[in-house]
């Protein structure tokens, strides 16, 4: 049986022989001091990817090489299979001057070409004529020799280190008392080893060697690695360490639940134990979970704290019931695995009492002011320099709030959300589409809210600002308000407001379930918004400090997922109208930006670029229609007549477009000499009616199906009628005949944009 490849040592290597194998496994590991948790798992993926692109770019690697990324506190590591110990050599193709100016007019070779083939070191018999496409030109082609991997090894440490995303440098002195280097954390030790061979290599003032360290107290000491294939091996048997980042965590995962199945308790929210997991996976080298306990007197808190402060301050994950309520017990993820492992356990426990009793400190202390009472505090709390204090910000979201409380009290939610285009009957004739059945709706109810409810719940939203437990906890705004105004004995409908009103936090997050919420939450999002487009402050690039791109999708999401019958530009306008004249109106700016957002929430829904601009492009500015005429547009786009009205109406546009005349006004039935044009006004009065009474009521599918009748009349008029007529009366009349088809065709979605 042939050998491993991987295995064998390489030429160039210390030890090796001319004879041996050319290609093997390379083992990098650099070790360090403790490295950033939070950036460790991006830091082992960079340092892994980037030693795999230098070496590719050098042709020491294939493109499809595995590469194993390997990550600890205390170093970074990557082994790439089948490294060569020499690239192939290349054929390297050098263009020259053009033959014009390489030759004279006697054919012999000019100074040009003599200094060009110089310094290529090239005879002037091996150059070559050839075309580049547009001239004939002189070509030099060479043989290139492929790099060796010990040359190359070092100029590639320091590139993928270069390369790191390092959110913060750190300088240090070397061993020599004269040099700095300047790295994440101070590097330690460097292990480089193709197969079983040490190659020279050097980097942040370090020499390769094979000789690694574990675990800090539970290793054997140095460490030698024999081979690169046993990296992992020796680290785990000799040194305590998990070198695999995602190793590691699946182990402490699957140690976690099954403590947790033995006490018949969950570990929370998944979001959050995710979270977590990638945190305390950063923060160990050989894992070990334990349970730790507290009084249950503490209980009487509300969970929101003392979670928050297990997993934030202690990184502990806490231990629920089968209804989500929070049990006395909690779970510690430790670096050592001990036989007795109660002193860490209660040493542990002792660390977390102090924090749960500040929490219960804090909440017996808030209780003893009412909300209502703080809000004279907010005076006193910037929210930002140019837009005032958390006061200023309260009247105005109260403002809005009111404004939003009465739009959606007053409104209709006529369509409701509907996430798949309907079935469209096969056996529907052409000339009786009209009378198909329309997209299936639901009678939605306006959105009752008391406006007084309202008002009074963005009152107090802010309140908490000025309580203990938020300023310990920010995290916990709005969770404590609610609490705090339920011990006040305010409305439980204000209350939970107070609560919903940050909600979306995040992707995904589940909206505002009551409707004084709904309020709350839309108008502190849109408040957001106006206030910093109203300064200049809008997301550009990647660049978002405000989060407005979040709050953009958490108003988009609550009016098309909540069926809210509140128009956007009037949302706008209620918002700016807050400010007065303290800002600047970008009305239009925002709307755009809202637009912007909707376009790539509703591509995440899974429909299509061409029915998102059908239906998105013209600004619907009820956003509670745009599932309903998205599910229309799919529908319509399956009928027979729906390539050709499309293909009308982009011809229609164009003609609009170029014409540089106006197009309006109404169509002078006497003007309408041909039979053709005749035939296509007489089919646009009968069925824009039907069109506009359907659309009315919601059946878009149905408005948009009323112009299958249209298409005979629509070829007609392209086959026969010449609209840019030399005659300015007739042209005029025709373009504004062909501005009210267009009207007609598009009340529902730009079916342009279908073809």
């Known amino acids: 049986m042939p050998p491993d490849p991987r295995t064998q040592p390489s030429p160039g290597a210390r030890g090796a022989s001319p004879s041996s194998a050319t290609r093997a496994a390379l083992l990098v590991e650099l070790r360090t001091e403790e490295l950033p948790p939070k950036a460790l798992e991006r830091l082992g993926a960079a340092f892994a990817d980037g030693l795999a692109k230098a070496l590719r770019a050098r042709g020491l690697i294939e493109a499809d090489a595995r590469v194993e990324r390997f990550a600890t506190p205390r170093r970074l590591a990557a082994r790439i299979d089948a490294v060569a110990t020499k690239a192939n050599d290349r054929l390297v193709e050098t263009k020259g001057p053009s033959v014009k100016i390489g030759l004279d007019a006697t054919g012999e070779p000019t100074q040009a070409l003599l200094k060009w083939a110089q310094k290529l070191g090239a005879p002037l018999d091996a150059l070559e004529r050839a075309s580049d496409g547009k001239q004939e030109v002189f070509r030099y082609r060479s043989v290139a020799a492929g790099e060796s991997l010990a040359h190359a090894i070092s100029p590639v440490l320091a590139e993928a280190i270069a390369a790191l995303p390092i959110p913060k440098t750190m300088q240090y002195q070397l061993a020599d008392g004269r040099t700095n280097v300047s790295f994440v954390r101070p590097a330690h030790g460097l292990v480089v080893l193709h197969g079983a061979q040490v190659l020279e290599a050097s980097v942040l003032g370090l020499a390769a060697g094979r000789v690694t360290r574990g675990h800090r107290f539970q290793s054997a000491g140095d460490i030698e690695i024999d081979d690169a294939l046993r990296y992992e091996e020796r680290l785990a048997t000799a040194g305590r360490v998990v070198a695999s980042f995602e190793a590691r965590r699946a182990r402490i995962e699957a140690m976690l639940?099954?403590?947790?199945?033995?006490?018949?308790?969950?570990?929370?929210?998944?979001?959050?134990?995710?979270?977590?997991?990638d945190e305390v996976t950063a923060l160990v080298e050989w894992p070990a979970v334990y349970v730790g306990e507290f009084e249950r007197a503490f209980l009487q808190v509300p969970q929101e704290c003392l979670i928050l402060t297990m997993r934030t301050n202690q990184k502990y994950f806490p231990l629920f019931d089968r209804s989500g309520r929070l049990l006395p017990k909690f779970l510690i993820v430790s670096n050592m695995e001990v036989d007795d492992a109660r002193s860490i356990v209660s040493g542990n426990e002792r660390v977390v009492r102090p924090r749960l009793a500040d929490a219960r400190f804090f909440f017996d202390m808030d209780r003893r002011t009412p909300l209502a009472q703080r809000v004279a505090g907010l005076g006193n709390v910037v929210y930002h320099a140019k837009l005032g204090t958390q006061a200023e910000r309260t009247a105005r979201v109260r403002r809005i709030a009111r404004a939003v409380a009465s739009m959606l009290d007053a409104g209709v939610a006529s369509t409701p959300r509907v996430d798949m285009a309907p079935a469209l009957p096969v056996d529907v004739a052409p000339a009786l589409r009209v009378d198909v059945a329309s997209t299936p709706r639901v009678d939605v109810a306006p959105l009752r809210v008391d406006v007084e409810l309202a008002d009074r719940a963005a009152l107090l939203a802010k309140a908490d600002l000025l309580t203990g437990m938020v300023g310990e906890f920010p995290e916990l705004q709005g969770i404590m308000g609610g609490y705090y105004a339920r011990h006040d004995g305010e409305d439980e409908a204000v209350a939970q407001a107070i609560v919903e009103q940050y909600s979306p936090r995040f992707a995904g997050d589940a909206l505002p379930a009551t409707p004084t919420g709904t309020v709350l939450a839309l108008a502190d999002k849109i408040e957001t918004?106006?206030?910093?487009?109203?300064?200049?402050?809008?997301?550009?690039?990647?660049?978002?400090?405000?989060?407005?791109?979040?709050?953009?999708?958490?108003?988009?999401?609550?009016?098309?997922?909540?069926?809210?019958?509140?128009?956007?530009?009037?949302?706008?306008?209620?918002?700016?109208d807050a400010f007065g004249d303290e800002v600047a109106r970008a009305d239009a700016l925002l709307i755009d930006f809202l637009f912007e957002r909707l376009s790539g929430y509703l591509r995440e829904q899974g429909w299509s670029a061409h029915e998102i601009a059908a239906v998105v492009d013209p600004r619907p500015m009820r956003l509670d229609t745009v599932p309903a005429r998205l599910a229309a547009v799919r529908s319509f786009s399956g009928l027979p007549e729906a390539e050709s009205l499309a293909a009308a109406n982009k011809r229609i546009v164009n003609i609009l477009r170029k014409s540089h005349e106006a197009a309006g006004g109404p169509v002078n039935r006497a003007l309408l000499v041909e039979a053709a044009e005749r035939a296509l006004a007489e089919c646009v009065d009968a069925l824009a009616p039907q069109a506009e009474e359907r659309a009315r009521s919601g059946d878009w599918f149905g408005a948009m199906s009323v112009m299958a009748g249209a298409r005979e009349a629509v070829d007609r008029f392209f086959d026969e009628v010449m609209v840019m007529a030399d005659d300015a009366q007739l042209r005029a009349n025709r373009l504004a005949l062909l501005a009210a088809l267009r009207t007609l065709m598009n009340r529902v979605a730009d079916i342009s944009k279908l073809g």
């Open 529 to 576: 918004l106006a206030g910093m487009f109203g300064i200049g402050q809008q997301p550009t690039g990647d660049k978002d400090p405000f989060a407005l791109r979040r709050h953009a999708l958490g108003v988009l999401r609550m009016l098309v997922e909540k069926s809210l019958a509140a128009p956007l530009d009037a949302l706008v306008a209620a918002a700016f």
């Open 257 to 277: 639940r099954e403590r947790a199945a033995r006490h018949d308790a969950s570990l929370g929210d998944e979001t959050q134990v995710a979270t977590l997991l």
